[in-house]
Structure formats: C-alpha cells, structure tokens
Nanobody
Framework: QVQLAESGGGLVQAGDSLRLSCTASGRTLTNYAMGWFRQAPGKEREFVAALSWPGGSIYYTDSVKGRFTISRDNVKNMVYLQMNSLKPEDTAVYYC??????????????????WGQGTQVTVSS
C-alpha cells in the first residue's frame, strides 16, 4: 500500500506561482509512475502531468506546457508540481497519484492505483 498526501495549495492571484508537494509513505515511489490530476467544480478529473516509470519520460496536458513542471525526489520519496504563471482556469483540487503497473496509459485516471486526498488551488483574476 502507498499512502499519498498533497500539500502546497492555496489562494493566489493570476500570474503567481505555487509548488505542490506529494509525500508518500508505505512504499518507495522509485518503481511507480507518478501523476498529477485536477478536478474543477462540476467537471471530471483531468490529467495535468506525469512521470513515467521506467524511463522517466515526462508528459503534460497542453494547457500547462511551459508553465508547470513535474519532478520527483527519490531520496525524500516525494513528487512535486511547480506551477508558474497561474491562470484562473487552473483553479481546481489537485491530486497526486501513483501507478505501479507497466504498459498502461499514464495519462488516464483509471491507470492509477493510489491517490492522495487532494489540495485546493484557487487562482483569482
């Protein structure tokens, strides 16, 4: 079992930055693909960014390319999402997720085995 906990959300203005952190316990994240997803009110949970395993390929949804950066620290067993130039449309609950299976599509919600409880990000205009 992997327990994930997100932190770092908050209320910011458009153009500001935030760094979300995902802390893992129970198992090392070294052998997991990691993803960040978000869910706005009344909308489905959507893919934001992912780090594949093995290989470490990085993927972003088009709307955050050039603004968001996903990274991992295997020593600290943490994953981060650096979010720059935030926009009001980035407002959502952000979730960290871990996928321990190979050969799945890590851009899809259903591919992930473990989820955090989410952290709220609100961007005012």
């Amino acid at each position: 079992q992997v327990q994930l906990a997100e932190s770092g959300g908050g209320l910011v203005q458009a153009g500001d930055s935030l760094r979300l952190s995902c802390t893992a316990s129970g198992r090392t994240l070294t052998n997991y693909a990691m993803g960040w997803f978000r869910q706005a009110p009344g909308k489905e949970r959507e893919f934001v960014a992912a780090l594949s395993w093995p290989g470490g390929s990085i993927y972003y949804t088009d709307s955050v390319k050039g603004r968001f950066t996903i990274s991992r620290d295997n020593v600290k067993n943490m994953v981060y999402l650096q979010m720059n130039s935030l926009k009001p449309e980035d407002t959502a609950v952000y979730y960290c997720a871990a996928c321990g299976r190979l050969g799945v599509r890590i851009l899809e919600v259903g591919s992930y085995d473990y989820w955090g409880q989410g952290t709220q990000v609100t961007v005012s205009s």
